[in-house]
């Protein structure tokens, strides 16, 4: 199975990565990838804290837009992903964890089968009314660093249950390092969910396309709105074979 992890930058993915890692090593065979603009920065981090065989965690530099690599053109991270299998293969999950951007990033069915939506309480208590697909979509959203809601005036038991409205009682995982209980919250739902992926209980679902938003400085200067539209409607197993 491939697993997503999607969120803004500094919400905290690759330490997110690297606890499911040292959870789950022992028991699944776990391959990892990451994706920067120009460096190998998370793969470095993931592979100094020792959380898996070095050789196991794969770096893509997207040198673009980091939502461009996991969702318009995937073809760097299934590449990666493929190179994996061969080397480690069978493996039983590859983590995918896009570059930090904004609330709408999410990944194209045809890469991952599920995904992870991270926000954190130091981005503010607010931010999850935000909305977008990956919060309001993905299959699982994340609200992580809770241990700092008292130091950053957040109510992070607010912000959990205003998530859970937003996904409309889908699951939300409150989520410290220095909180087991909500460890073995995150580790059981990627187990439940490897678990329906075998028995082929789980379909993999797009959370949304891209909202519309700009780039300044292109087109000589001027912003322009697009939405970077995957082929919806598409089969996902056909995308990967056709990448």
């Known amino acids: 199975m491939r697993l997503g992890v999607a969120g803004p930058v500094g919400t905290g993915k690759s ?10 090593s022992g028991e699944l065979r776990l391959g990892v990838i990451t994706n920067d603009i120009y460096t190998d920065e998370d793969a470095r981090f993931l592979k100094s804290a020792g959380v898996l065989d070095p050789e ?14 996991i969702r318009d053109d995937v073809t760097a991270n299934l590449l990666a992903a493929e190179d994996l ?3 480690f ?6 983590i995918i964890e896009s570059g930090g951007d904004n609330l709408t990033a999410t990944f194209s069915p045809a890469l991952v089968d599920a995904q992870v939506f991270v926000l954190d309480v130091a981005g503010g208590g607010d931010v999850v009314r ?19 809601g008292v130091h950053v005036g957040v109510d992070v ?23 087991e209980a909500s460890i073995r919250m995150l580790t059981g739902w990627v187990r439940d969910t490897l678990a329906r992926y075998r028995t082929g209980e ?3 679902v797009d959370p949304g396309p891209m909202a519309p938003h700009f780039h300044a400085g292109q087109d000589g200067g001027e912003p322009h709105p697009h ?7 598409q089969d996902p197993a056909h995308a990967r074979q056709s990448a």
């Open 15 to 24: 330490s997110l990565i690297g606890t499911l890692c040292r959870a789950l």
């Open 56 to 69: 196991r965690i794969r770096p893509v530099e997207t040198g673009a837009c980091p939502h461009t690599a």
């Open 85 to 87: 299998e061969t080397d």
């Open 89 to 94: 293969g069978p493996l039983d999950l590859v």
């Open 130 to 148: 935000k909305g977008g697909p990956g919060i309001a979509r993905a299959d699982l959203l994340v609200i992580n660093k809770t241990d700092l």
């Open 157 to 179: 038991e607010r912000m959990t249950r205003e998530g859970r409205n937003v996904r409309q009682g889908d699951p939300v995982v409150a989520l410290s390092q220095h909180d």
């Open 202 to 204: 789980h379909t993999p």
């Open 227 to 233: 939405t970077h539209a995957h082929a919806h409607g």
